[in-house]
Structure formats: C-alpha cells, structure tokens
C-alpha cells in the first residue's frame, strides 16, 4: 500500500513537472514575442541547414545585424522549397529581431510560415 502511495505521488510531480516546464516553455517564448513585437527591426536571413530532433525538423538560419552574424531556428514541419530543397535551404527570408537584444528573432517563411511548429505571436507582413 505504501509503495502505491509513493508511486502515485511521483507520477503526480512528474506531472505536475511537465505541466510547469511547459507552461514557462510558452510564456518565456512570448516574452521572446513581445521584445521582438515592440523593438522590431528587420532584416534578411539565409536558411543555413535543415536537421531533426526528437520532436521533428528545425530550420538553422543565419542574419546579420550591425555587421554581427547571429543566427536563429525555428521548428518546422517537411516541406520542399521552391527551390526544390527539403525546407528551402540556401533560401532568404525576413527575419524579425529585437533591436534591443538581436539575438531574438523570428524568421518569415512566407508562403511555408503554414509549416512552422513555433509559437509566432508576430504579425508577419
């Protein structure tokens, strides 16, 4: 009976564990979202790669801001470009970034943003 009791209640921290690094997954991406949406600069960015996780395809792409290179990831679901590559590798898009901390941004994929998985709060002209 103990041993039930033990077992029940590190499922629930498990659970409850999840729930709270999803939860500051979400909120700390739209703090990410806000940062960007108030301080928007934009620039262009060239996808530099295309690799998988555990939880599906991530773009790597590349800016520069302030002759700085940075560079960003965005996860996306398969898809080809119209350049024929698997997520438009070698391609450039609108990247959005924060003018207070460059290191923020978000890519525009325009007629493939319908791929992304990312949360994207920004409103994408």
């Known amino acids: 009976m103990k041993l039930n009791n033990l077992k029940n209640k590190i499922d629930n921290i498990a659970i409850v564990s999840i729930i709270v690094f999803i939860i ?37 792409y590349e800016y520069t801001v ?3 290179k940075y560079t960003g990831s965005v996860g996306v679901k398969k898809f080809i470009g119209h350049n024929n590559t698997n997520g438009c590798i070698g391609c450039e898009f609108y990247i959005y970034y924060s003018t207070k901390n460059p290191k923020k941004s ?14 994207q709060l920004i409103k994408v002209e």
């Open 106 to 119: 978000k890519i525009n994929l325009g007629k493939y943003n319908k791929y992304n998985r990312s949360l």
């Open 66 to 68: 302030n002759k700085i």
């Open 24 to 60: 500051f997954m979400l909120f700390s991406d739209e703090i990410d979202n806000l940062e960007i949406r108030n301080n928007k600069g934009i620039t262009s960015g060239k996808i530099l790669r295309k690799y998988y996780t555990t939880s599906g395809g991530v773009l790597e």
